[in-house]
C-alpha cells in the first residue's frame, strides 16, 4: 500500500504562513494527494486535494513536487482555530481500493 | 443541508457481546467508508461501499466485523463477540462519487468502549 510520511509535529506563530511537508515516495500515476485535518474530539474535515498541478482553494494551497514524491500544505496565514492533526493521504482508486491515513503532524499555532 | 450522522455516539458494551453501529450518509452520496481511530492513534480504514456493493474488505481487522448498506443510504457495522482492543472511535464519511478525486466528508463518531 502506498504511504506517507509526515513530521509528528510542527509550530507556528500566529498570522504567520505554514508549510506542512509530506513524503509520498511511492505514489502511483492513478493516486490524488489529499489533505485532512482533525480538530480535537471531532472527524477529520477536507482540507483539499490534487492529482498533478498546485491547487488554491479557500482554506489552503497544496503544492505538488514534479516528480509527485512529495507535497506541500500551505497555510497563508495560521490561526489559533488552524491548531489540529494534519493527515496527508493517498487515495487510490486502481486496484484494491484503498485510503491510508498515516499519523499525520500535530500543528500548534501559538498566540 | 444535513452532514453525515452517526448512532449511537457513545456505546458502552461488555466483552462478548455483540454491537451494530449506524451511519447516515449525505444524501445522494453513492460512496461510503467506515474506519476506526484508537486513542491517540491515526485512522484505520475498515471498508468501503459504492452503492450497496463493497469492493474491497480487506481492511477489517477480523472476521468478527461485518458491514451492510442498504437502499444505497444507511449503513451498519456490526462487531460480533467484542473485545477489548475493539475499543475505539468509529468514524463514517461519504463522498459524492467513490473515486478519489472526491472529498470525504465526516461524522461525528461513535466511541465503543468494550469493558
Known amino acids: 500500500d502506498a504511504k506517507t510520511t509526515q513530521p509528528n509535529s510542527m509550530e507556528s506563530n500566529e498570522e504567520e504562513p505554514v508549510h506542512l511537508p509530506c513524503n509520498h515516495s511511492?505514489?502511483?500515476?492513478?493516486?490524488?494527494i489529499h489533505w485532512y485535518r482533525q480538530l480535537p474530539s471531532q472527524g477529520p474535515e477536507y482540507v483539499i486535494h490534487?492529482?498533478?498541478s498546485n491547487v488554491n482553494n479557500r482554506m489552503a494551497s497544496l503544492a505538488i513536487a514534479e516528480d509527485r514524491k512529495s507535497s506541500t500544505l500551505i497555510l497563508h496565514r495560521a490561526t489559533l482555530r488552524d491548531a489540529a492533526v494534519y493527515y496527508c493521504?493517498?487515495?487510490?482508486?486502481?486496484?484494491?481500493?484503498?485510503?491510508?491515513f498515516g499519523t499525520g503532524t500535530r500543528l500548534k499555532v501559538l498566540a | 443541508g444535513a452532514g453525515v450522522s452517526q448512532s449511537p455516539s457513545n456505546k458502552v458494551t461488555e466483552k462478548g457481546k455483540d454491537v451494530e453501529l449506524r451511519c447516515d450518509p449525505i444524501?445522494?452520496?453513492?460512496?461510503l467508508y467506515w474506519y476506526r481511530q484508537s486513542l491517540g492513534q491515526g485512522l484505520e480504514f475498515l471498508i468501503y461501499?459504492?452503492?450497496?456493493?463493497?469492493?474491497?474488505k480487506s481492511g477489517l481487522p477480523s472476521d468478527r466485523f461485518s458491514a451492510e448498506r442498504t437502499g444505497g443510504s444507511v449503513s451498519t457495522l456490526t462487531i460480533q463477540r467484542t473485545q477489548q482492543e475493539d475499543s475505539a472511535v468509529y468514524l463514517c464519511?461519504?463522498?459524492?462519487?467513490?473515486?478519489?478525486?472526491?472529498?470525504?466528508?465526516f461524522g461525528p463518531g461513535t466511541r465503543l468502549t468494550v469493558t
Open positions: 464519511a461519504s463522498s459524492l462519487v467513490g473515486t478519489s478525486g472526491y472529498e470525504q466528508y
Open positions: 511511492t505514489i502511483s500515476g492513478t493516486d490524488y
Open positions: 490534487g492529482l498533478t
Open positions: 493521504i493517498l487515495a487510490s482508486t486502481s486496484g484494491t481500493y484503498k485510503y491510508i
Open positions: 444524501s445522494g452520496h453513492t460512496a
Open positions: 461501499f459504492q452503492g450497496n456493493s463493497a469492493p474491497d
